[in-house]
């Protein structure tokens, strides 16, 4: 069975550019959740979804949205890309909202903002 | 204050060692908590979860709970060169659909 899988791997984007990360989750599951990962921190959670409906944000700007589409696969988007927002994007999937013991995460995507 | 603490390391202990990682927290309300392992360039991987507390072993791993001080603990039997990682402790803040990472604590273990 594939696990989480997040493309792209990596990327490099110009400040004030906008980005969009794509997140497919384990058959089945029907919940995504995101996390940013700045280098030599634990990750920190931006938003779940489940059943395509927001269940939590967190504490980011309004620059960061995300959705969930019918086949719950997801997108993250960011705009008007700052410096620190260069971090290890993980998304992660689990059969419905928290199911702490069936939390997947996929390897991310690593976003450079030059 | 971080709600979640954890000494970022590095560690290096010689293969064969018990090897014991630790978090604190500052939240009473948390119920799960867990263990993640990181190896580089990949996402983290559940080790370990534990409800409220106790203990809970599994194979050479075993995890602890302390609610009481708020402590949590990972202790690593016989540890090999392939354990060598960062390992985040991580607590489940049903309120808000999340889970809290700490900093994570660079492991090595030397052969």
């Known amino acids: 069975d594939a696990g989480v899988t997040q493309s792209p791997t990596h990327l490099i984007k110009t400040r004030g550019q906008q980005v969009t990360l794509r997140c497919s989750p384990i058959?089945?599951?029907?919940?995504v959740s995101w996390y940013q990962q700045v280098l030599g921190q634990g990750p920190q959670f931006i938003f779940q979804y489940y059943e395509k409906e927001e269940r939590g944000r967190g504490n980011f700007p309004d620059r960061f949205s995300a959705r969930q589409f019918p086949n719950y696969s997801s997108e993250l988007n960011v705009n008007a890309l700052l410096l620190g927002d260069s971090a290890l994007y993980l998304c992660a999937s689990s059969p419905q909202a928290g199911a702490v013991n069936g939390y997947t995460f996929g390897s991310g995507t690593r976003l450079t903002v030059v | 204050q971080k709600e979640v603490e954890q000494d970022p390391g590095p560690l290096s202990v010689p293969e064969g060692a018990i090897v014991s990682l630790n978090c604190t927290y500052s939240n009473s309300a948390f119920q799960y908590f867990m263990w993640y392992r990181q190896y580089s360039r990949k996402g983290p991987e559940l080790l370990m979860y534990?409800?409220?507390?106790g203990n809970k072993e599994d194979g050479r791993f075993t995890a602890q709970v302390d609610k009481s001080s708020k402590y949590i603990s990972l202790f690593i039997r016989d540890s090999q060169p392939s354990d060598s990682a960062t390992y985040l402790c991580?607590?489940?803040?049903?309120?808000?659909?999340?889970?809290?990472f700490g900093s994570g604590t660079r492991l090595s273990i030397r052969p």
């Open positions: 991580a607590m489940e803040d049903s309120s808000a659909s999340k889970i809290i």
């Open positions: 534990t409800y409220s507390s």
């Open positions: 058959s089945g599951h029907k919940s």
